[in-house]
């Protein structure tokens, strides 16, 4: 099953990310190639250290900006190779109530991509999501108790922490000023 969630930044579309055959029918579903990375959600540093090499950079990370809006990319281990081709996976812990439940009943990690057809813009509500998939949407499962808006807010900001010094993908939601003291 593909849901479609909401987060404390965009809404994502998930799957099993220890899944393979869910993460294809994912990828098939927004129109991305192989080469497209998604990142993981996951309840916390016990989860994230099941599924990435948690450096010691990383975990300070953790313990200063998450849960919140920050990806933190690792060495993957634990997940398909639909996932981390290149041995690495983006790391998120959404500060979201619906995610944290997802999680919890999926009983792992959750596929944390935005919720748009490849190459197009990410929407604010969800119908203008679903509107963008067309006949497809009908895959993709959306529980109504969930908000159907989202404020506006910054994506996730992107850094990689497998070495010593924290290196910055995406500038987002986390200035990378806070980050550099880490």
């Known amino acids: 099953m593909i849901y479609l969630y909401p987060t404390d930044t965009v809404y994502g579309l998930g799957v099993d990310a220890r899944d393979a055959e869910a993460v294809r029918a994912l990828r098939v579903l927004k129109g991305s190639g192989g080469e497209k990375h998604y990142s993981i959600a996951v309840s916390g ?36 190779h639909e996932l981390s081709d290149d041995g690495t996976i ?35 509500t969800v119908p203008d999501i679903l509107s963008q998939f067309g006949d ?10 969930w908000p159907s808006t989202l404020p506006e807010s910054l994506p996730s900001t992107v850094v990689d922490a497998r ?14 000023s806070d980050l550099q003291g880490v």
């Open 45 to 80: 540093l016990e989860m994230m250290r099941e599924y990435a090499e948690v450096t010691p950079l990383a975990e300070r990370l953790v313990q200063k900006f998450l849960p919140g809006k920050l990806t933190i990319i690792l060495k993957a281990k634990n997940l398909p």
């Open 90 to 124: 983006g790391v998120r812990v959404p500060d979201h109530p619906v995610v944290r439940e997802l999680i919890k009943k999926i009983g792992g990690p959750i596929t944390a991509t935005s919720a748009n057809v490849s190459g197009q813009s990410t929407q604010k």
């Open 136 to 145: 497809r949407a009908g895959e993709i499962y959306f529980d109504p108790a």
């Open 163 to 176: 070495g010593e010094s924290l290196v910055l993908i995406r500038e987002g939601a986390v200035p990378w």
